[in-house]
């Protein structure tokens, strides 16, 4: 048989599924854009933190309310800013955090 009958009949030949894996990488890619969607788009104020308190990511609702560029947020502290808690109550709060439980201050 010759090459060019070969691709004639490749061609013909549906598809192939992807595999498990490729279909696991798409769903988690999806799910990763429309989190990404969420955090610029929501109204909400929105602070990523690490468990000392820093914080390294705001969405923009965030920096609008607070009248900060991202930039100048990222390495402040939320005891920076808010008055209605103390630095304490704030680092307890992130302590009892668990991942995957919401949390609304």
């Known amino acids: 048989m010759n090459t060019e009958t070969e691709s004639v ?7 192939a599924k992807p595999d498990r894996s490729q279909r ?6 999806s799910r990763r ?3 990404e969607l969420l955090f610029t788009h929501v109204a909400d104020a929105i602070f990523l933190t ?3 308190g820093r914080i ?8 609008a309310m607070l009248g900060f560029a991202r930039e100048e947020l ?3 502290w ?3 800013f808010v008055t209605s808690a103390s630095r304490d109550e704030i680092l307890a ?3 009892s955090m668990k991942p995957g439980v919401t949390v609304s201050v």
């Open 9 to 15: 009949k490749d061609a013909s030949r549906p598809a």
């Open 24 to 29: 696991e990488f798409d769903e988690d890619r």
């Open 33 to 35: 854009e429309l989190l």
């Open 50 to 52: 690490e468990p000392d």
């Open 56 to 63: 390294i990511d705001a969405n923009p609702a965030a920096c």
């Open 74 to 76: 990222l390495g402040m």
């Open 78 to 80: 939320p005891w920076d």
């Open 93 to 95: 709060l992130i302590g």
